[in-house]
T-cell receptor, first 115, second 117 residues
């Protein structure tokens, strides 16, 4: 079956622009995560959804970052007034298990470059 | 706070040889899980292997095995019979249990593995 997909794969934004990154999880997966991966680093947790409920947004770096999953499937990560420090790969992951004890399935990521 | 440490920024190995990638962790939680992921240049994270803290035996998945030493808080990944396609970044991760009955992953900084012919 299809894996996790993300779009766009690459995004170049001028500083100050708003961007929206999309994640299509594996069908039926309850848990959805967003991670931010800076160049040369491991991914860092941003936020977590269980179905449509955003249960944890403690990793969002500022109030310019906003995520939603209104129908419990597709999720969108929005970044307002982008800054250069927002340049990173944004990874989405989903898991069929409520407690995501086992593997999370990752998408290919969206590479955001803010100029 | 939980922490994952990968001290090898880069490793190289000859094709068909075995290689060990190091990972140490720190946690006060008696129940935890450790993961290894592979990230090729295409960018996606590929799950390789999982070890639970209460698992009695070291996890194995094909050419991947996990050398789990609980007392040393280490969970090293062993890749046997390296292949050119194994060249990638490798990340060790730990699940952190949070209130609400769910977990997030804490990742190390990664090790870049290069397999030479």
């Amino acid at each position: 079956g299809a894996g996790v997909s993300q779009s766009p794969r690459y995004k170049v934004a001028k500083r100050g622009q708003d961007v929206a990154l999309r994640c299509d999880p594996i069908s039926g997966h309850v848990s959805l995560f967003w991670y931010q991966q800076a160049l040369g680093q491991g991914p860092e947790f941003l936020t977590y959804f269980q179905n449509e409920a955003q249960l944890d947004k403690s990793g969002l770096p500022s109030d310019r970052f906003f995520a939603e999953r209104p129908e419990g499937s597709v999720s969108t990560l929005k970044i307002q007034r982008t800054q250069q420090e927002d340049s990173a790969v944004y990874l989405c992951a989903s898991s069929s298990r409520r407690d995501s004890t086992y593997e999370q399935y990752f998408g290919p990521g969206t590479r955001l470059t803010v100029t | 706070a939980q922490k994952i440490t990968q001290t090898q920024p880069g490793m190289f190995v000859q094709e068909k040889e075995a290689v060990t990638l190091d990972c140490t962790y720190d946690t006060s939680d008696p129940s935890y899980g450790l993961f290894w992921y592979k990230q090729p240049s295409s960018g996606e994270m590929i799950f390789l292997i999982y070890q639970g803290s209460y698992d009695q035996q070291n996890a194995t998945e094909g050419r991947y095995s996990l050398n789990f030493q609980k007392a040393r808080k280490s969970a090293n990944l062993v890749i046997s019979a390296s292949q050119l396609g194994d060249s990638a970044m490798y990340f060790c991760a730990m699940r952190e249990a949070l209130s609400g009955g769910y977990n997030k992953l804490i990742f190390g900084a990664g090790t870049r593995l290069a397999v030479h012919p």
